[in-house]
Nanobody
């Protein structure tokens, strides 16, 4: 079992930045591909970003490309999501997820095995 705990959410004005963190339990964090997803009120959960377990390739949704950066620190069992130039449409609950599988790019959500409880990000206009 892997436990994921997100932190760093909050209220920020449009154009501002936030850095989300996701701390993972367990000794094999480096073997997990990690992802960030979000769910806005009244909408389905959507993929935001992912980072693979081996060479740390990164993938982003088109809506956040160029503004968000996903990274990981395997020594600290933590994955980060640096969010810049935030927009009101980025308002959502952000979830961290981990996968023990080899994920196919574009099929991230169904590939994830473990999920955190989420952290709320609110961007005011």
């Amino acid at each position: 079992q892997v436990q994921l705990v997100e932190s760093g959410g909050g209220l920020v004005q449009a154009g501002g930045s936030l850095r989300l963190s996701c701390a993972a339990s367990g000794r094999t964090f480096s073997s997990y591909s990690m992802g960030w997803f979000r769910q806005a009120p009244g909408k389905e959960r959507e993929f935001v970003a992912a980072i693979t377990r081996t060479v740390a390739n990164t993938y982003y949704a088109d809506s956040v490309k160029g503004r968000f950066i996903i990274s990981r620190d395997n020594a600290k069992n933590t994955v980060f999501l640096q969010m810049n130039s935030l927009k009101p449409e980025d308002t959502a609950v952000y979830y961290c997820a981990a996968s023990t599988q080899i994920c196919v790019a574009g099929v991230w959500s169904s590939c994830m095995d473990y999920w955190g409880k989420g952290t709320l990000v609110t961007v005011s206009s």
